[in-house]
C-alpha cells in the first residue's frame, strides 16, 4: 500500500498530549497517495525534461555555439593579418639586403623606385597594391641625405609597403642607414 503524501483538505488538531498534528481523519479530507500526486506521469527523474530546463539548455548551447564561431572567425582574421605583415616585413628585409649588396654611389638612383612583395611560396603578387599606385607595386624605397663627409654620404633608405588586404590601412616602413664601408 502507497503511504500518503498529502491531503486535500489538511487541518491541524491537537493530539493525546496537546501537541499540533496532521489530521488525516478530517470528515471529507480524501489522502492523496503518491501514485495520484501527478495525474499525467510519474514523477521520477526519468520522467524527462521540462519545456523550461529544455529552453535554458538550448539557450545556453546558442550561445557557446555562438561564442566558438566568432572566437574562430576573429583568429582566422587574425591570421590572415599577421601573415600580411608578415609577408612585408620578409619584402622590405630582402630589398634591404639586395641594397647593402649594391655600390653605395647606386643608391641614391633608386629613390621612388617599386619593389614586388612575394607571397608565401615566392609566388609573385604576394600583397596586393593600394589604389592609384604609379607602378603597380605595392613597396616603395625612398632615398634621403643623412649626412655628408669627407670619407663619403650616408643615406636613410626607407622601404614602405602600402596594400589592401585583411589589414585595415596595410602600411609597413623599414628604415636603414647606408653609407660606405671602409
Same mark, same amino acid.
Given at each position: 500500500?502507497? &503511504?500518503?503524501?498529502? *491531503?486535500?483538505?489538511?487541518? &491541524? ?12 481523519? @478530517? ?19 526519468? $520522467?524527462? %525534461?521540462?519545456?523550461?530546463?529544455? @529552453?535554458?539548455? +538550448?539557450?545556453?548551447? *546558442? ?10 572567425? /576573429? ?13 612585408? +616585413? ?5 630589398? %634591404?639586403?639586395?641594397?647593402?649588396? +649594391?655600390? *653605395?654611389?647606386?643608391?641614391? /638612383?633608386? $629613390?621612388?623606385?617599386? %619593389? ?33 663627409? /669627407? ?10 609597403? &602600402?596594400?589592401?588586404? /585583411?589589414?585595415?590601412?596595410?602600411? %609597413?616602413? @623599414? ?8
Amino acid at each position: 500500500m502507497a &503511504r500518503p503524501v498529502g *491531503v486535500h483538505s489538511a487541518a &491541524r488538531t491537537r493530539g493525546q498530549e496537546g501537541e499540533l498534528s496532521n489530521s488525516w481523519a @478530517m470528515p471529507g479530507a480524501t489522502p492523496v497517495r503518491e501514485d495520484d500526486a501527478v495525474p499525467w506521469g510519474p514523477t521520477t527523474s526519468a $520522467a524527462g %525534461f521540462m519545456i523550461v530546463e529544455l @529552453m535554458v539548455f +538550448l539557450g545556453a548551447a *546558442v550561445l557557446l555555439l555562438s561564442g566558438a564561431l566568432l572566437s574562430a572567425h /576573429a583568429h582566422s582574421q587574425q591570421r590572415r593579418v599577421h601573415s600580411e605583415r608578415t609577408l612585408a +616585413l620578409t619584402a622590405c628585409r630582402n630589398t %634591404f639586403e639586395r641594397l647593402r649588396s +649594391l655600390d *653605395v654611389a647606386t643608391i641614391a /638612383a633608386l $629613390a621612388g623606385t617599386g %619593389f614586388d612583395v612575394p607571397g608565401m611560396d615566392g609566388q609573385p603578387n604576394g600583397l596586393t597594391p593600394t589604389e592609384g599606385d604609379a607602378d603597380g607595386l605595392p613597396g616603395t624605397i625612398r632615398v634621403e641625405t643623412y649626412r655628408t663627409a /669627407a670619407s663619403g654620404t650616408v643615406y636613410l633608405v626607407t622601404t614602405a609597403v &602600402r596594400w589592401v588586404g /585583411a589589414t585595415r590601412g596595410g602600411r %609597413f616602413d @623599414m628604415q636603414c642607414l647606408i653609407g660606405s664601408r671602409r
